[in-house]
């Protein structure tokens, strides 16, 4: 595996992790939904979990394409934090604003019909 082709797979897989606490009310992925819905806490528990397990799948496939792991100041990991926040953008917005407006949409327009 290339360097660039390394990049590009830990650039997919992390977009997909920063999305996924948003994606879904089961808990852990696995776990049934609580009642009344998943908690923003739970949420945010998981995203940074998914955070450290892309950081580690970094640390992997920078391993395996160069040999070694550089040694990374704290910069460097808020600089990663704050673009896993980025990442998780779209399902944030997803979640809290755009689903609830298709939901009303779709009631709206099942009124009309019926």
Sequence with gaps: MTAETAIVALLVVAIIAA???WMSERV???GSPPQGGKPE???LVEWLLLF???GLVGAGLEYRTQGELQVQGWEFWV????LFAVFALPGFIYHHDLRR???RRDRRGQRRES
Excluded: E, K
């Excluded at 600089?79 to 704050?82: I, Q, T």
């Design 41 to 43: 806490w739970i949420r």
């Design 101 to 103: 407006r298709l939901q």
């Design 52 to 54: 450290g397990l892309v």
């Design 79 to 82: 600089m990663n934090l704050s």
């Design 19 to 21: 999305n996924l606490p």
């Design 28 to 30: 852990a992925f696995v």
